[in-house]
């Protein structure tokens, strides 16, 4: 019973650095989210979507990108790495209207 | 725009004292708002929510969660506090708009003490 996996765990970057944090979801839902979470400041919304091939900005979307190729997946990208995009990064999914979210692990990211 | 107010970076309680998280919210339309727990280095776990009837929600571990819609509050309770239940708790309200985004508070810290 996985529910949501984030891979990596763990990973520094160097300033300029590009890489990507994968997203799996064994549940079946339609609607998947990348969340930051940084001290004081709670979650804050990256990009979300409502479906396969569908992507949308939340509060922050800036210096990410996002993809969903397949339904059970959902990629979140830095192009180019910045000292503050070091954060902690969330996954989360749900079947959309009133149910509430699955999350993962989280994946802790530095940037120097 | 919905929104999510937690007053208190951090509560502190003694073991079986009954403790209190403070949430308010604002939102345009129904409210439907949820409690997440988050122990150190996981992830958020579900704690209990609001949709519709009756104000008072049970959840699981023995929490539970008082609606109020005349003061926009959606504070979360226990009888009776447990060492265990030191963590960072999250009040959320679901923005049903589009896209069905979860807004979360800063999030509060509860240490219960022996």
């Known amino acids: ?112 | 725009a919905q929104s999510v107010a937690q007053p208190e970076d951090q509560v502190n309680v003694a073991e079986g004292n009954p403790l209190t998280v403070k949430c308010t919210y604002s939102v345009s339309g129904n409210p439907y708002l949820f409690w997440y727990v988050q122990y150190p280095n996981r992830g958020l776990q579900f704690l209990l929510k609001y949709i519709t009837g009756d104000n008072l929600v049970k959840g699981s571990y023995g929490f539970e969660a008082e609606f109020n819609k005349s003061q926009t509050s959606f504070h979360l309770k226990k009888p009776s506090a447990l060492v265990s239940d030191s963590a960072l708790y999250f009040c959320a309200v679901r923005d049903m708009t589009g896209g069905f985004k979860t807004i979360f508070g800063a999030g509060t810290r509860l240490f219960v003490k022996a």
């Open chain 1, 1 to 112: 019973n996985a529910g949501v996996t984030q891979t990596p765990k763990f990973r520094v970057l160097k300033t300029g650095q590009s890489m990507t944090l994968l997203c799996a979801q064994d549940m079946n839902h339609e609607y998947m989210y990348w969340y930051r979470q940084d001290p004081g400041m709670g979650l804050r919304l990256i990009h979300y979507s409502v479906g396969e091939g569908t992507t949308a900005k939340g509060e922050v979307p800036d210096g990410y990108n996002v993809s969903r190729l397949k339904k059970q997946n959902f990629l979140l990208g830095l192009e180019s790495a910045a000292p503050s995009q070091t954060s902690v990064y969330f996954c989360a999914s749900t079947r959309g209207d009133t149910g509430e979210l699955f999350f993962g692990e989280g994946s802790r990211l530095t940037v120097l």
